[in-house]
């Protein structure tokens, strides 16, 4: 992808699909409360909402790990630089595992405290703690599903990641009313089955994808020999920086999260229903942010750092 070409098409071309895949990605929260409250009512919607903050916490360290992959991956696109394309790729596949793996014990460990740090009313206390143990399951899909798309973002298709979050709403949007009702050999788990569900779908949405690129002959997440040590350095310089920036709003959800479940189940479920509505109206920066990342890598690793200059102006007109 030239650094140089598509001016205002460029920009259009990766951040329309983004903003889509973001809105699509935030139904799947939308249809959760849905579908809990049409058969659990509103303690289901209750427990889901709690759990939201620490759930969205996690995604956003996603969001940032991968984030250090694609401005890496960018830069190496800008300058054709096949061989720290491979580096980082398979760093950042390696890097993304592990935070993954540490995320996902720690959320299982902690869970107990975690929901005690929110002032989760009693009543919804033991369900807050089993679906917190069940949903963070969901960190490894997730992270990896990241880790692809920023992959192939780096390279100027929005596409793969889009494709992926409309299967993921559309399966979890199918999914979770078997899960909690039981249908078949899948048992009834009640409030429980919107995280169960939200497992299975972004562990059938990276299957999937891992099968497709498979299929058309292409690594997914690199060879081991590309493993650096120099890359994890400088990963860890650019996500860190990264990271920080987008969990500052989620910490700040989980805060205000504390604060409302000291108003009880019935302000609990209101607010649940508020924040999904809320989280598709930051859509738009999410998505420019992820756009203007990777144009203004590419432009910066062909040495061309006017251009990155003329990607950042038009992301902030488009803001």
Known sequence: MSARAGGWGRVWALFGPLMIAL???????????????????????????????????????????SNATAILCSRAVGANDD????????????????VAVVLTLGVFASAPALAASLNTPPELMDATVSFLRIQCFSFVPLFLYYQLSAVFRAQGDAMFQLWGLVAAVVLNVGLVPVFIVG???????????????????YLLVLLGALLVLRRQGRMAFGRR???????????????????LQVISPALS????????????????????????????MLVPALAMKMTVTALTGNAFGAGQPRIAWQHLRRGAVLC
């Open 83 to 98: 061989v720290h394309m491979a580096k980082v790729v398979a760093t950042g596949s390696a890097v993304s595992l592990l």
């Open 253 to 280: 959800g989980v805060l205000l999260m504390g604060l409302v479940n000291k108003h009880g189940v019935g302000v609990v479920g209101a607010f649940g229903v508020a924040s999904k509505v809320e989280a598709i």
């Open 23 to 65: 809105i699509v990605g935030n139904l799947q929260g939308i249809a959760d409360i849905f579908w809990l409250g049409r058969f659990v009512g509103v303690d289901g919607v209750a427990v889901a909402t709690v759990v939201f903050p620490v759930v969205v916490l996690g995604a956003q360290v996603a969001v940032g790990v």
């Open 225 to 243: 020999r590309d493993l650096n040590l120099g890359t994890i350095r400088e990963m860890t310089v650019v996500g860190l920086a990264s990271t």
């Open 183 to 201: 249908l078949g050999p899948v048992p009834s788990l009640g409030t429980l089955g919107a995280a169960a569900a939200n497992v299975v779908a």
